[in-house]
């Protein structure tokens, strides 16, 4: 079993950066493969990218790609989401998720689960 927890959310203006990263615990955490989710007010909680436990697959929602980084520290277990250009409909909390077996984007997938971090983008 492992347990993860996110933190770096915070308040950002429109078009600004902000890093997210979440610490994963537990004897196996390394191996675990790791996505981020969020869920704005009133919707329903959406995928926005994943990794898996090497490093070496990466996907991303669409509506990310080429603003949003997931990279992670295996020696620090821990993953980051590093989050360019952001727009204020992208105010969420912002979930991490960890999977032994899965690497994917289907959040039904993923096993554990963090508390959740807030991110608010003002306009």
């Known amino acids: 079993q492992v347990q993860v927890v996110e933190s770096g959310g915070g308040l950002v203006q429109a078009g600004g950066s902000l890093r997210l990263s979440c610490a994963a615990s537990?004897?196996?955490?390394?191996?675990?493969?790791m996505g981020w989710f969020r869920q704005a007010p009133g919707k329903e909680r959406e995928s926005v990218a994943s990794i898996n436990w090497s490093g070496g697959r990466k996907y991303y929602a669409d509506s990310v790609k080429g603003r949003f980084t997931i990279s992670r520290d295996n020696a620090k277990n821990t993953v980051y989401l590093q989050m360019n250009s952001l727009k204020p409909e992208e105010t969420a909390v912002y979930y991490c998720?960890?999977?032994?077996?899965?690497?994917?984007?289907?959040?039904?997938?993923?096993?554990?689960w963090g508390q959740g971090t807030q991110v608010t983008v003002s306009s």
């Open positions: 998720a960890a999977d032994p077996s899965y690497a994917g984007l289907e959040q039904t997938r993923y096993d554990y």
């Open positions: 537990g004897r196996t955490a390394s191996i675990y493969n």
